[in-house]
């Protein structure tokens, strides 16, 4: 899998925008960029991802680059909710893997009230 | 809203015992996956299981490890004899299609520990 890089930690104001960057790049042209997050004491949680085109859902906005070399997630209001730690992860559509998701260290989004 | 649910939430065992995690995922979802989180580390993926077999594993994942989706509901995972190192939260996920272009959902783990 091509390798993302993250910073280890992050710290917002509840009712403030977040971005969380990610580096990837060694990305691949059918890589692609997915993220989820992980509650204190939850599993995973999916978030948004996308391949080429910024995407937006109800929880975040996902900014990609035009070299597709760094992608950002954009948290547009912070609640204490998203306190989490958030993972950058790459998929290879080229690849013969039948989906698995490879997890790093994250990033952990410490939000102050 | 469907979720994936895990039994049981905490299991506590004995070194050498056999212990099977209970899934059961989202009803119309194709692939699934086993993964574990040892305390403080990150989340390592176990093994992926579609159309009845297992796709693809990880280094992890030796011969003390077995899946099974025995009645088209339930999807387990075995550790045959298990050691200290095994102690960790077991993530059960599955997806409609490969994790490539769709979400995946988790459930909300199996703490095991053996002592």
């Known amino acids: 899998d091509a390798k993302t890089t993250q910073p280890n930690s992050m710290e917002s104001n509840e009712e403030e925008p977040v971005h969380l960057p990610c580096n990837h790049s060694t990305i691949s042209g059918t890589d692609y960029i997915h993220w989820y997050r992980q509650l204190p004491s939850q599993g995973p949680e999916y978030v948004i991802h996308g391949l080429t085109s910024n995407v937006n859902n109800r929880m975040a906005s996902l900014a990609i680059a035009e070299d597709r070399k760094s992608s950002t997630l954009i948290l547009h209001r912070a609640t204490l909710r998203d306190a989490a730690v958030y993972y950058c992860n790459l998929r290879d559509a080229g690849g013969t893997s039948y989906g698995k998701l490879t997890f790093g260290q994250g990033t952990i989004l410490t939000v102050h009230p | 809203e469907p979720e994936v649910t895990q039994t049981p939430s905490h299991q506590v065992t004995q070194m050498g015992q056999e212990v099977i995690l209970r899934c059961v995922p989202i009803?119309?979802?194709?692939?699934f996956y086993w993964y574990r989180q040892i305390l403080g580390q990150k989340v390592e993926f176990l093994v992926s299981?579609?159309?009845?077999?297992?796709?693809?594993k990880s280094e992890i994942f030796d011969d003390q490890f077995s899946v099974e989706r025995p009645d088209g509901s339930n999807f387990t995972l075995k550790i045959r004899s298990t050691k200290l190192e095994d102690s960790a939260m077991y993530f059960c996920a599955s997806s409609v299609l490969s994790m490539l272009n769709t979400e995946a959902f988790f459930g909300q783990g199996t703490r095991l520990t053996v002592v």
């Open positions: 299981f579609y159309n009845n077999e297992i796709s693809e």
């Open positions: 009803s119309n979802h194709l692939y």
